[in-house]
């Protein structure tokens, strides 16, 4: 925020743009492929070419380095790739190293769990997974290993499902297989509208079910994000939330530096939780507290 300081009568001289003592980052590059085919998404069993393999390691390998070498803010990360992450060895590496920086509070990332975990062992508790439970892509058991070992090494990881009609029966599952200390979150369907009823039955499993099930009529209200959280694509180009896209600057010309402030939302609505929990009016960081990325209820 910019404000002037000055004797009365001396022309006003403009601080330097501070940055907040905290900043929240969701990183996405590239990488658009996935192992799974969700009828839902369009990812579905797409295949990336090589060469955008590359530029997508290298992308994430430059956003690390950022990472690693910007101490003076302390940082939260989540990764929310367009496909899946974890099977590709650089977003393990990526988690295990930032997990271990002092200044990085939190390193996360949205997955569907397909890779195996144990690698999460070398991570610090800092690293935590968002996980989403895709049925009809992997039986419960074979979900529910990855959970057990997540577990067994004492990492933490949130486990969600998409709220259609036909998955209810393998959340119902779901919920009584995984430990009661591990939230499962429930996202509406895009396109589907739910009854009082499928709403209370989906609410049933998930008390914050409301938040996901209408959008957000967020136009002029204020936002964290563009504040003190921010997303990042693999060029560097910040721009306040996935949601926006004008850009605020650039990570590595240190142009994010000078944009940063509190600012409305130009957008109608926001319907989709990595944008909302950062709708001011909506409290929801008080709800998750510090699980706030990987979306773990306080
Ligand atoms: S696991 Fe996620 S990214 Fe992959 S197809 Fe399903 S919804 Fe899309
Ligand atoms: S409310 Fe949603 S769309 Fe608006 S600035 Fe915040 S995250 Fe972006």
Redesign the pocket.
Known sequence: MSVFLGLPGASPVPSVPSVPDRLSVLYRGPLAS?N???P??P??KRVDPPPLLREDRAALGRFVDWVVETTDVRLSILFTPW??GLIRSWYREAIVRLSHQDHVDRVSIQT?LAARVDWMADAAPTAALWA?Y?PG?VTLERFLARCRRLDEIGRRYSVGVVGLPGHHEAALELRAALEPSVYLWVNAAEGHTYSPEEEARWTALDPRFGDSVRPHVSFGQPCHAGESAVSVIGDGTVRRCHFIDTPLGNLYDGSWRQALRPRPCTNRICDCHIGYVHLKPLGLYDVYGPGVLERILA
């Open positions: 996935c799974y085919d969700c839902y998404c990812f579905a496909g899946e569907n989403t895709h892509q």
